[in-house]
């Protein structure tokens, strides 16, 4: 069965592979540009409609007129003709002879100074040279020629231009720098002795002091050196903080270790003994008090502490100086009662093992349950029954509370929000809209959403079940537009349009 296409076919310049016309004895339907392959034994050839004979043309019908200097000759059988072309000029044509423009073999020879050039000097010439001499590159004043195989090479003898240094020399004694220079006499210059000789003593006085030629033994006096003498990288002050120099290379200064220490001891844990929360002794609810931050207390006997209940072995911790709230201390818990639906205390957690609350699972490790689904380790469903007997959880953001929903439910919501069918066709449109919402006749709605770039399309013949082509166009807001050669029928085609992600 054929694919019916109902628009023209854009291949985007690719190729059509492996594809043949239609073969039939019997011409289709005519319509301009329209091309089959006629089967009869009389043609066996490919013809296409032209408006302007009203009639099939053979595709290989062809007309060879003579030309000015090539004349064509056709030979063969009708389908496969062979055509062969032969120059027309005068004349015999071979290896030496050239065809001119007026048509005719000429000898090559006979064309004016093909064989013959001139040779200029500066002075002398031209001279003409013919075929077969030979020229002569002879050499001048410091020049050579030589010549192997093809290549002439040109030579320069003169070599009393090459003046360079050769040698440099400096005499310690009268201090006198001597440079050699090549087909030049020697240049001199006279230091006048003004340079250093080894080995003379230098002394160092001052807050350092020492003397020596080629190494000096240097000595510090008593009594000069503060923090001012060395590099500040070395000294470590206050504000650099000796937490943020951590190293075996610098050194604090005692602001900077005061610092440390204050910074280092403020705000620690004090130990200050037990406390009997039935008896508040000591007393530490009421305010002012003098109780300072860090002070620590151990219960030592039940009671209540701001309303917050306190068991033996628990321990208060001061976070700021003179509390006077719960919400100033910090509260170590030893002793929690057990867990229940009200209670938070101690407890542990199970699976349930009814089968209406199975798909649980619980893990410990190191103290922590780890609470999850366990769906791979339930019995596998059959799926014998329908699917309105199938629930899965949901969860309802408009309420904002979890529900059950029925499979079958979901399915045919799922459906309705990513698929579309209808139909379309009123015997005059070619050009048909679908909009997400608001289209005027012929134009429909599909309610998909404002993403057409999503959208998978199909056609499909009401009539006999096949499905059609046509240019489907996605637009901006949802919009698809079907385009067509031809306007279909009423009603004559169904859309179905699939949402995909």
Same mark, same amino acid.
């Given at each position: 069965?054929?694919?019916?296409?109902?628009?023209?076919i854009?291949?985007?310049?690719?190729?059509?592979l492996? &594809?043949?016309l239609?073969?039939?004895?019997?011409?289709?339907?005519?319509?301009a =540009?329209?091309?089959?392959?006629d089967?009869?034994?009389?043609?066996?050839?490919?013809?296409?409609?032209?408006?302007a004979t009203d009639?099939w043309?053979?595709?290989?019908?062809?007309? /060879?007129?003579?030309?000015s200097?090539?004349?064509?000759?056709?030979?063969?059988?009708?389908?496969?003709?062979?055509?062969?072309?032969?120059?027309?000029?005068s004349?015999?044509?071979?290896?030496?002879?050239?065809? @001119?423009?007026?048509?005719?073999?000429?000898?090559?020879?006979?064309?004016?100074?093909t064989?013959?050039?001139?040779?200029? =000097?500066?002075?002398?010439?031209?001279?003409?040279?013919?075929?077969?001499?030979?020229?002569? /590159?002879a050499?001048g004043?410091?020049?050579?020629?030589?010549?192997?195989?093809?290549?002439?090479?040109?030579?320069?003898?003169?070599?009393?231009d090459?003046?360079?240094?050769?040698?440099?020399? /400096?005499?310690?004694?009268?201090g006198?720098?001597? &440079?050699?220079?090549?087909?030049?006499?020697?240049?001199t210059?006279?230091?006048?002795?003004?340079?250093?000789?080894?080995n003379?003593?230098?002394?160092?006085t001052?807050?350092?002091t020492?003397?020596?030629?080629t190494?000096?033994?240097?000595?510090? *006096?008593?009594?000069v050196?503060?923090?001012?003498?060395?590099?500040?990288?070395?000294?470590?002050?206050e504000?650099?903080?000796?937490?943020?120099?951590?190293?075996?290379?610098?050194l604090?200064?005692?602001?900077?270790v005061?610092?440390?220490?204050?910074?280092?001891?403020?705000?620690?844990?004090?130990?200050?003994?037990?406390?009997?929360a039935?008896?508040?002794?000591?007393?530490?609810?009421?305010?002012?008090?003098? %109780?300072?931050?860090g002070?620590?207390?151990?219960?030592?006997?039940?009671?209540?502490?701001?309303?917050?209940?306190?068991?033996?072995?628990?321990?208060?911790?001061?976070?700021?100086?003179?509390?006077?709230?719960?919400?100033?201390?910090?509260?170590?818990?030893n002793?929690?009662?057990? &867990?229940?639906l009200?209670?938070?205390?101690?407890?542990?957690?199970?699976?349930?093992?009814?089968?209406?609350?199975?798909g649980?699972?619980?893990?410990?490790a190191?103290g922590?349950?780890?609470?999850?689904l366990?769906?791979?380790?339930?019995?596998?469903?059959?799926?014998?029954e329908?699917?309105?007997?199938?629930?899965?959880? %949901?969860?309802?953001?408009?309420?904002g509370?979890?529900?059950?929903?029925?499979?079958?439910?979901?399915?045919?919501?799922?459906?309705?929000?990513?698929? /579309?069918?209808?139909?379309?066709?009123?015997?005059?449109?070619t050009?048909i @809209? #679908?909009?997400?919402?608001?289209?005027?006749?012929?134009?429909i709605?599909?309610?998909? =959403?404002?993403?057409?770039?999503?959208?998978?399309?199909q056609?499909?013949?009401?009539?006999? =079940?096949?499905?059609?082509?046509?240019?489907?166009t @996605?637009?901006?807001?949802?919009?698809?537009?079907?385009?067509?050669?031809? *306007?279909?029928?009423?009603?004559d085609?169904?859309? #179905?349009i699939?949402?995909?992600?």
């Open positions: 069965m054929a694919i019916p296409f109902l628009n023209n854009n291949l985007s310049d690719n190729q059509l492996n &594809a043949k239609q073969v039939t004895s019997t011409a289709p339907t005519a319509a =540009g329209q091309i089959y392959f089967s009869t034994a009389a043609d066996e050839t490919a013809k296409y409609y032209s408006n009639a043309v053979n595709l290989k019908e062809y007309t /060879f007129p003579a030309g200097f090539i004349t064509g000759t056709v030979t063969g059988t009708t389908p496969k003709p062979i055509i062969t072309f032969d120059l027309s000029a004349g015999t044509p071979d290896a030496t002879v050239y065809l @001119r423009g007026d048509n005719a073999w000429e000898p090559i020879s006979a064309i004016p100074g064989y013959t050039w001139s040779i200029q =000097g500066d002075a002398g010439g031209p001279t003409a040279v013919a075929s077969g001499d030979a020229i002569d /590159f050499g004043t410091n020049v050579t020629t030589a010549l192997s195989g093809t290549t002439l090479t040109i030579n320069s003898t003169d070599t009393n090459n003046d360079y240094l050769t040698a440099l020399s /400096f005499n310690t004694g009268d006198v720098l001597t &440079a050699t220079v090549q087909n030049q006499s020697n240049v210059v006279d230091l006048d002795g003004r340079y250093l000789t080894g003379e003593t230098i002394t160092l001052g807050e350092v020492g003397s020596g030629t190494a000096i033994t240097t000595t510090v *006096a008593n009594g050196l503060d923090v001012a003498n060395f590099n500040a990288s070395a000294i470590v002050i504000s650099e903080g000796i937490e943020n120099n951590d190293n075996d290379t610098t604090p200064t005692s602001a900077a005061k610092a440390y220490v204050d910074a280092s001891t403020v705000g620690g844990l004090v130990y200050q003994g037990g406390y009997d039935n008896l508040n002794s000591p007393d530490l609810t009421t305010s002012p008090n003098s %109780i300072l931050k002070w620590t207390y151990t219960v030592i006997a039940d009671g209540t502490f701001f309303g917050e209940q306190l068991r033996v072995g628990d321990v208060l911790i001061a976070e700021v100086d003179d509390p006077s709230a719960l919400g100033d201390w910090t509260t170590v818990q002793n929690i009662d057990l &867990a229940s009200t209670q938070v205390g101690i407890g542990n957690v199970n699976a349930s093992i009814l089968d209406d609350e199975l649980i699972e619980v893990a410990y190191a922590t349950a780890k609470v999850g366990d769906i791979d380790g339930l019995a596998l469903d059959t799926l014998a329908q699917p309105s007997d199938y629930f899965l959880p %949901i969860y309802d953001a408009g309420s509370i979890n529900n059950k929903a029925k499979l079958s439910d979901l399915l045919a919501f799922a459906n309705s929000v990513t698929s /579309f069918s209808g139909i379309i066709g009123n015997g005059s449109a050009s @809209r #679908l909009e997400d919402s608001g289209a005027v006749a012929p134009n709605n599909h309610g998909l =959403g404002t993403d057409s770039s999503s959208f998978m399309i056609l499909v013949d009401v009539s006999s =079940g096949e499905t059609v082509y046509a240019d489907v @996605r637009g901006p807001g949802g919009q698809v537009t079907i385009d067509f050669a031809t *306007a279909p029928a009423v009603n085609i169904r859309v #179905l699939q949402k995909i992600g």
